[in-house]
């Protein structure tokens, strides 16, 4: 699942939704303050690469053309 602070993905074993990508700037406290249950936090959290020139510009031509 993406949000707008980051990615949670299903946990194999106990299919728990656990965040495993912050979005830059955002805080793990963050996270959990926006969300309504107790939030499982991967051992090894990454932050998600900005996106590029390239991405950037599609989603601009996508909002333009809306």
């Known amino acids: 699942m993406i949000t707008d602070l980051g990615i949670l993905e299903a946990d194999p074993a106990s299919c728990e939704l656990t965040l495993t990508r912050l979005h830059p700037g955002v805080t793990v406290e963050q996270a959990r303050a926006a969300t309504g249950w107790p ?28």
């Open 39 to 66: 939030l499982a936090i991967a051992d090894e959290l990454a932050i998600v690469a900005p996106p590029t020139a390239g991405e950037l510009a599609v989603l601009r031509a996508l909002k333009a053309a809306r």
